[in-house]
């Protein structure tokens, strides 16, 4: 018996076009997907997108986001209903709020909160160990007042990932394991590490994006992919706390923690 071919439209958010098509295209064939038909559109309020008219076997979103979720300028995966008709001629306050629009959304803080997370989280472990980029656009699409909890958020989840990664040859029980069979391998490729009796420094890393600067956002999601990672093992009560320092004060993150389970 066949497999059933479908038809279907898809729709992705963008920030660039330049050599886009071809690149998606080419990773949606990888998965038994064939592009029939291709185009760009753009919403009245200056949001880009490539839509794509596809056939082929049954892929859920999920493995079509993890399939393209690596090709630069390709931000999330959307839906139908974001593409509004576009105005035959836009209002004077409609081209006002698109010159406005400075910088791209990723992903909207909307819908399904845990599908949305894990695509997020498996677009920044597509990217580990260097992290700035999708990170950034990430953060762009987050509130600003909401932005340091969501880094929080997001992080422990890609802690818990990423210790499946890792995966010491026998589970930590104790701070010093967890040190040296845990945290700094899951870390160390990401950032630049130092062990300071309990604590943690961090004084570089390949999160914050290349001439931003350091970001408080950036400590908040080490806060997080550092309990995801204890997490996994019931150590997450070893971590007390973490501290954002500027670049005078030496160190762009550190974390505290206690020897044993004991001390809690």
């Known amino acids: 018996m066949e497999d059933t071919i479908l038809k279907r439209e898809l729709v992705f958010r963008i920030s660039s076009a330049a050599g886009i098509q071809l690149r998606t ?59 509004a008709p576009a105005k035959p001629q836009p209002t004077a306050e409609t081209s006002i709020k698109a010159k406005q629009k400075t910088q791209p959304e990723f992903v909207p803080e909307s819908g399904d909160a845990a599908i949305r997370d894990r695509m997020l989280i498996f677009s920044l472990l597509s990217r580990y160990p260097r992290l700035d980029g999708r990170f950034n656009e990430i953060l762009t699409a987050i509130p600003p007042d909401s932005r340091r909890e969501r880094a ?93 320092r500027n670049a005078s004060q030496g160190e762009s993150c550190v974390f505290s923690f206690r020897q044993s389970l004991e001390d809690a």
């Open 25 to 83: 295209v080419q990773r949606l064939k990888q998965i038994g997907i064939l592009t029939t038909k291709r185009g760009f559109k753009e919403s009245p309020d200056g949001d880009r997108f490539m839509v794509l008219e596809v056939m082929g076997a049954q892929v859920s979103d999920e493995d079509i986001w993890h399939q393209v979720s690596e090709i630069q300028g390709v931000l999330s995966l959307a839906q139908a209903g974001d593409l």
């Open 152 to 244: 929080i958020e997001l992080g422990r989840g890609f802690g818990g990932y990423l210790a499946r990664q890792v995966k010491p040859d026998k589970a930590p029980t104790k701070l010093s394991d967890a040190m040296t069979d845990l945290l700094i391998p899951a870390l160390s490729p990401m950032a630049t590490l130092r062990l300071d009796g309990n604590a943690l420094l961090i004084t570089d890393n390949r999160i914050d994006l290349k001439g931003k600067g350091h970001r408080e956002e950036t400590c908040d999601f080490l806060k997080g992919t550092i309990t995801g990672l204890l997490d996994t093992y019931d150590l997450a009560s070893l971590f007390i706390g973490h501290e954002c």
